[in-house]
């Protein structure tokens, strides 16, 4: 009888296992898709049905790098032109028949989103950390209410503030800069950065405290070195979550922003080319674009799958 019921948990066991890898294969498929459009050549990105085998081709990744300009119907270079080339030029001559005229705009969207993403991050944290640490431990009037005027500030579709923002920014002469777009990510996540820091505060002793400033540390140096490395895995996983908010948002970014601040989601679906809408640089420009936030999340790995089951669901 043990026997029958030890061989019903592996069976069990693994039909779970073979259910898990199903799933994640059926939720990866729009993400291999993008990265095989990537590198499909451009004569068979529209292919339909799409061939499953193609020369791999690094032309849509030069083309989302570059801007160019296509040269005049039946114009053809010579083969000794065509040589005088730079590698990246003939690849997108002979798949496009483009000329390439300069460097494209993506390393400079790259770059505010960069510096929009990780500046808001880093003081979202810090502002979470700190309020956290002051609705955690101290007596305050109205703390519950205060909380849920905190969270309910989540509560609201980003779309409902949309021209009230934009009419705001535009009388402070906020449009299209970095520390508009900073402000508002970091008023956004500043709530959930609170609630989910003062779970993880909660959790940690406050007799571990009590004990340092017995020994002669000031309240801030306890909070600095007993709270702090106690609370690192809410505080890494609060990052990874505000990050992929400001990296990712759209909305806000394609409202307040052009030129100066504009950033890779708001830029991105613009890639309108001379011969048409270019599927293939589309598709390189968003693989380029996870990888700051895949990267992110591997490194605090460790720390974030604790932070989704601890913290925020404590009071």
Not at 8 to 19: D, E, G, P, T
Not at 164 to 175: E, G, Q
Not at 230 to 251: D, H, K, L, M, S
Request: aromatic share 14%; proline share 5%.
């Amino acid at each position: 009888m043990a026997e029958i019921v030890k061989r019903k948990k592996s069976i069990s066991r693994y039909f779970v296992i073979v259910l898990i890898i199903v799933i994640t294969v059926i939720y990866l498929i729009p993400f291999l898709y993008i990265i095989s459009t990537s590198f499909r050549p451009w004569t068979e990105i529209l292919d339909f049905p799409p061939k499953i085998i193609y020369k791999p081709s690094i032309g849509s990744y030069i083309r989302i790098f570059t801007s160019r300009t296509v040269y005049p119907p039946g114009e053809k270079l010579s083969d000794e032109e065509v040589a005088n080339l730079k590698w990246y030029e003939r690849i997108v001559y002979n798949e496009t028949n483009e000329e390439v005229i300069r460097m494209g705009d993506l390393p400079r969207r790259y770059l505010n989103s960069a510096i929009i993403g990780v500046t808001s991050t880093v003081i979202t944290v810090i502002l979470g950390t700190i309020c956290a640490y002051g609705f955690s431990r101290f007596k305050i009037r109205g703390k519950d209410d205060l909380l849920f005027f905190i969270l309910s500030t989540r509560m609201l579709p980003p779309v409902v503030v949309v021209i009230p923002v934009f009419l705001m920014f535009r009388y402070l002469n906020l449009t299209d800069t970095h520390i508009g777009l900073i402000i508002l990510y970091t008023a956004f996540n500043v709530s959930f950065a609170v609630w989910v820091l003062k779970g993880f505060i909660d959790e940690i002793p406050i007799e571990y405290e009590e004990a340092a400033m017995v020994d002669g540390y000031t309240r801030f140096q306890a909070f600095r070195m007993i709270v702090i490395p106690q609370a690192v895995t809410g505080i890494a996983a609060t990052a990874v979550f505000c990050f992929i908010f400001a990296w990712n948002e759209y909305a806000f970014a394609f409202l307040l922003s052009r030129k100066v601040a504009q950033t890779v989601p708001a830029w991105l679906p613009y890639q309108m080319g001379v011969l048409g809408y270019d599927w293939g640089a589309a598709a390189a420009g968003s693989v380029l674009f996870l990888i700051p936030v895949l990267v992110f999340t591997i490194i605090l790995r460790k720390h974030l799958v604790r932070g989704i089951t601890f913290g925020a669901i404590r009071k």
